[in-house]
């Protein structure tokens, strides 16, 4: 099956720095890879994704990036907030599943 | 509309006890997930339904686990004779199955054997 690869495992960043967080995976069949957010006692939520025939996509502060022949993707937040704060977790879809890395807690210090 | 539901939000139960998990997906949703997450820790994949028939159901972590569901709609996922290491939040999540491939987790039921 797929392995996802999740680098780093905690960020902290300053108020308005970028954060990056990087993934890898292994099988090039996968095709979606969506990224979600998770707050302290809640539910992950999708913030963006995008399909292997695009490279990247933007949403007003985020970014992903994927580069499929190397076969990773990156998700970018800009100018951070202290709302920013949470637990990021990058997915690979593979075989009608998703695939999760392991997470990255990110905190942004105001 | 509505977004994915699960009861009971928290359940509390005796070592060896069963339970039963209960999760609706969102209306249309042909494919439903379930995925344990222990305290401070990822999202483990237990098992997937496309309408009722579980083609990957590699994540159960042993036969005490079971799930099933009913047409496109409500899954319930049961753990018999639970152990303390059953402790977690069961998360489940729906999406279209056929694409667009977003899914959608619902609040998740909080476990907690004692």
């Known amino acids: 099956g797929e392995n996802v690869e999740q680098h780093p495992s905690t960020l902290s960043v300053q108020e308005g720095d970028s954060a990056v967080i990087k993934c890898t995976y292994s099988?090039?069949?996968?095709?979606?890879f969506p990224w979600y957010k998770q707050e302290l006692g809640k539910r992950p939520q999708l913030i963006i994704d995008?399909?292997?025939?695009?490279g990247e996509k933007k949403d007003q502060r985020i970014a992903v990036t994927l580069n499929k022949t190397a076969k990773h993707f990156s998700l970018h937040i800009t100018e951070t907030q202290p709302e920013d704060s949470a637990v990021y977790f990058c997915?690979?879809?593979?075989?009608?599943?998703?695939?999760f890395g392991r997470g990255t807690q990110l905190t942004v210090w105001p | 509309g509505a977004g994915v539901s699960q009861s009971p939000s928290n359940k509390v139960t005796e070592k060896g006890k069963d339970v039963e998990l209960r999760c609706d997906p969102i209306?249309?949703?042909?494919?439903l997930y379930w995925y344990r997450q222990r305290l401070g820790q990822g999202l483990e994949f237990l098992i997937y339904?496309?309408?009722?028939?579980?083609?990957?159901k590699s994540g159960l972590p042993s036969d005490r686990f079971s799930a099933e569901r009913t047409g496109e709609s409500v899954s319930t996922l049961t753990i018999q004779r639970t152990q303390q290491e059953d402790s977690a939040v069961y998360l489940c999540?729906?999406?279209?199955?056929?694409?667009?491939?977003?899914?959608?987790f619902g609040p998740g039921t909080r476990l907690t054997v004692t």
């Open positions: 339904f496309q309408g009722n028939s579980a083609p990957d």
């Open positions: 995008i399909r292997s025939n695009v």
């Open positions: 209306s249309g949703h042909t494919a």
């Open positions: 999540a729906s999406s279209s199955g056929t694409g667009p491939y977003e899914q959608y």
């Open positions: 099988d090039s069949a996968s095709n979606y």
């Open positions: 997915a690979a879809r593979n075989l009608g599943r998703l695939y």
